[in-house]
């Protein structure tokens, strides 16, 4: 019996980030689209080369993408929005939807499921036709990827694309009337029927259709289509049919599946109970049953013997067992080997990033058929303990305690001034900061030196926000490369990265840092600068953290702790970080939770238990200050967390809402929330300058809703990107609204 051995997808950006620098030399117009192409072929070689010398059983194709593979897919069914369907090539038009051009804005961008990847969102046309576009110049797709691959290798190969449910459920649709995408199922379903005989005719031997959306509560209209969707496209001349989830559970949804005429499914075993893997084993009775073993979604070694035990009594299963990665690889970094080799990441022995994983995932599959191979004894010894199931949020107990806001008065508003105005942190980055940065790091400046030249920008910005006459000011967090990566290198237990570039958007990485031990604050992180800030004005002060959420959301968390355990280690080093503060004489502390919202589990069942632990979290860093505490959110939809938000202990909440009319306000409202709120009432994301009127209206909507009294003025997240120029034009501006409302009142 032997099983088979493969990936759902692996990461693109390449060693020394190769896809970035292609990308943008095309940009800037040093490479034609030849070179482009051929960079971007070298790359997809590379990676079926690194799936061959792992030993994989199977090369996986068309999860490769130049910009984004939702994106790049909707275009080869023809879904491209009018106004970037003028580009006169395949491939700027591709660019086009990802970066916009001067007249047409690019597609919305969002986050891929409970990931940190960004996918653009395809617009659907009411009456959308779907039709393969000619394959002019665009990207190769999955067919043409497939053709390579079958060229320079003797494996089977199949081809990831995403599934139809999934496409048509992260979609949008014009006049946004979602029951009418269903009305599009019949037309998408030929499309991919089409699509699956193209692949046939190009050697694929699996077609891999990832369904993530399965790991959400559909409604049943949604599950009801998935025999629409699938029909046509298995009673084509196709491959075999492989659906796979990902990053999540299937859970009820496990029957609606199984009851296609697909010849496999792929499950997500790191993040689905046991019972359920082995239910889809039953349901799955003579057909494949891939399980995802490794995870996908972190850096830590697999657990290879307690797989492979958990695993033994489905190897001989009728239909075959496959072993995979839990989710493809896209969200981890692509090898240790760019790692410093003497740094803990390689000299623990525990940790594995894509390429290692590769490793683990053939050994598995030989240990599993009981055929080793030489070296396979090594990533089977020495095995770290760690569970077989991710231990998130949800698993091993709640420890929240009581959730009661503390006994401190409440936000008034800034002592006697009514809607106060504040900004939320970072001020513009200039290129002024960014260099002496990069000499520093180079050694070329001393720690004196750079302190020296950072406590310059922090006095401009204090100028600046009295010039603008603002109300609480920040020292613009010009120290700080990353809110989160900036506490990660100051906090014992969290490990930074050296090459370990995880794709965001496009041409776009992060390196998120490696949370590796326990978490424990050795000195103070932020008392000098703020408190240095505070020093130059007399007006008050607002210090930044970063919260224990958002610092794991945007990190790679222990596997071996549940991350409440690490979220409270977090929470004691701010809480000592809080009473520095304020020992400092800083009066306020905003503490940033951006990530909270897309931390939320996908299925319902585990949010509680997250949010409680969150709320926990947050409240036992300030569970014994006298500051004012601030806290701010961001990245839309609040409705799930406004429960959460009014337990949090703080005095002001600032939220992203200026494009959104203020409606979260009302559910505040609702929800009980009794602190002050600042709801965002300009748009920081593009250079735009709103005028007094457009922030004095929002303003008026806000004041219908929310007491005046609790009410602040902010824009909606920090301006760290953005320039001098727009900003100080539009600060003024906001302060102008919010004298104008202060007096219309009075
Ligand atoms: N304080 C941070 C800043 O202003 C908050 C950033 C965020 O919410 N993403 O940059
Ligand atoms: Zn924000």
Known sequence: MSIETHILGYPRVCRRRRHKWALEKYWKGKIGAAELHAAMAEIRADNLQAQADAGLTMLTVGDFAYYDHVMELAASLGVVPARHAEAKTGLDRCFAMGRGTATAPACEMKKWLNTNYHYFVPELAKDQKFEAQAADDRPP???????????????????????????????????GDEAAKLKLAPGLAKAYAAMAARLKAAGVAWLQLDEPALSLELPEPWLAALAELYEPLLAAERPKVLVANAYGALGPRLERVAALKIDGLHIDMRNSAPEELARANELLAGRVLSVGAVDGRNVWRANLPGLREALAPLAQRDGGLWVGSSCPLLHVPMDLEGEDPAGELRTSG??????????????????????????????????????LRDPGWAVGGSAAGPLKPSERPGDKGWKDTVLPTTTIGSLPQTSAIRKARSEWQKGAIDDAAYQSRMKEEIKACVEEQEELGLDVLVHGECERNDMVQYFGELLDGIVETKSGWVQSYGSRSTRPCVIAADVKRPAPMTVEW??????????PMKAMLTGPVTIICWSFPRADV????????????????????????????????PALREGLPLAEADRKAYLEQAVHAFNEIVKESKAQIHTHMCYGEFGDVVDAIAAMDADVISLETSRTDMAVLAELVDSGHRAGVGPGIYDVHAPRVPGVDEMRRLLELAQQRIPRERLWVNPDCGLKTRAWPETRESLRNMVAAAKALREGAA
């Open 562 to 593: 549940p991350r409440i355990e690490t979220a409270l280690q977090i929470s004691e080093a701010l809480r000592a970080e809080v009473a520095d503060l304020e020992a400092a004489g800083l009066p306020v502390i905003q503490i940033d939770e």
């Open 530 to 539: 703020s408190k240095y800030a505070a020093s130059l004005t007399a007006k």
């Open 350 to 387: 525990r940790f594995a990033f894509a390429r290692q994983k590769l490793d683990e995932i053939a050994a598995l599959g030989r240990g599993l058929a009981d055929k080793p191979a030489a070296g396979d004894e090594e990533l089977f010894k020495t095995a770290p303990e760690l569970p």
């Open 141 to 175: 797709d999955a067919a043409a990827q497939a053709e390579a691959a079958a060229k320079a290798h003797q494996l089977p190969v199949k081809a990831a694309v995403t599934g139809p449910l999934t496409f048509l459920w992260l979609a949008k649709i014009e006049g």
